[in-house]
């Protein structure tokens, strides 16, 4: 009596059996895939590696700068061979762009304490005058100090992707392109990875 109710309101206990089956296989891919997807999203932002579920389907002539799709992202490892050499990610309308921001080191400063904008992961070209260099770290240093009792100070640390520290000189005036990596807010200290100096 129990089936005869059952089939008269449409649907039989093999049937639901079915459906919760189905639907339990559809739950556990949902996750599985909703995982992977995370997965790839953190390599990429945190560690800088993958994507391992994504397609690449460009690759740019401007040294190796690759364009990949994933389900619901994209991801743009730049690799020019002078220029911009860091990741991103997002979603698929993210668009390929070379062009830095630009900022002197006055004007950085003060946007960061200003603007409440650390720019990490931002792609940018800094103009300043080198205080200090590193030739065994490959690394230059600018420092801008305000007369405000030191709310705007701020140190630059860039890392040079280019042996040509050399040629640099302490003193001089350098323009910088590269990623911002960090901001340590306590030491007001910018860091710049895979920079070029002009």
């Known amino acids: 009596m129990h089936t005869e109710e059952q089939e008269q309101e449409g649907i039989s206990v093999n049937e639901e059996k079915m459906i919760k ?3 339990t296989i559809i739950m556990v891919l949902i996750i599985v895939l909703g995982i992977l ?3 790839d999203i953190i390599l990429v932002t945190k560690a800088n590696i993958g994507p391992f579920f994504a397609i690449k389907t460009k690759e740019y002539n401007d040294g190796g700068t690759k364009e990949y799709y994933g389900l619901g992202y994209k991801v743009i490892k730049y690799n020019q061979k002078i220029g911009r050499r860091d990741t991103t990610i ?13 900022f002197n080191i006055v004007d950085l400063a003060y946007s960061i304490i200003n603007d409440n904008k650390t720019y990490q ?4 070209k800094l103009t300043g005058t080198i205080t ?5 770290d490959n690394t230059i240093t600018l420092k801008f100090e305000d ?3 030191g709310k705007y100070n701020l140190t630059v640390r860039a890392k040079l992707l280019s042996d040509n520290i050399k040629k640099l000189n302490t003193n001089a005036p350098v323009s910088i392109i590269g990623t911002v990596t960090n901001y340590n807010k306590s030491k007001k ?3 710049i990875t895979n920079a070029f100096a002009e």
């Open 147 to 149: 007369e405000e009792e």
């Open 90 to 102: 997002g979603t698929w309308s993210l668009k390929y762009n070379i062009t830095p921001e630009e």
């Open 132 to 136: 200090s260099k590193n030739n065994k």
């Open 21 to 23: 089956k189905v639907s």
């Open 189 to 191: 200290m910018l860091t």
């Open 37 to 39: 997807i995370t997965t």
């Open 121 to 124: 992961r931002d792609f940018i």
